[in-house]
């Protein structure tokens, strides 16, 4: 975990780590968050490059599966918008 997560920045690059931080390793599935939607796509397209990558530098099989998510958005399960019951995305009553 600590070759993935400590290396993350030397193994993808300078200007991917600024945009994109990996938030949990386990079972060999990596967890990337991206702060923008626009790098979180640009992180999908190049998953195959980065487990390529991963391998050479942390080693083969060490990381199998890198999943990209996207920027975490506000909930609306506390202030001042917040709904009891099934909350604002109920539309059939």
């Known amino acids: 975990m600590g070759g993935v997560m400590g290396r993350w920045r030397e193994v993808v690059g300078p200007e991917i780590a600024d945009h994109c931080t990996p938030?949990?390793?386990?079972?060999k599935v990596l967890v990337v968050r991206?702060?923008?939607t626009a790098w979180a796509t640009q992180l999908r397209l190049l998953v195959p490059t980065l487990r390529?990558?991963?391998?050479?530098?942390?080693?083969?099989?060490?990381?199998?599966?890198?999943?990209?998510?996207?920027?975490?958005?506000?909930?609306?399960?506390?202030?001042?918008r917040s709904v009891r019951g099934p909350g604002p995305r109920d539309t059939w009553g």
């Open 52 to 80: 390529r990558r991963m391998a050479e530098e942390i080693g083969e099989g060490v990381v199998e599966e890198v999943t990209v998510l996207g920027p975490a958005g506000p909930g609306f399960r506390k202030g001042p």
């Open 23 to 27: 938030e949990t390793f386990e079972d």
């Open 34 to 36: 991206a702060d923008s």
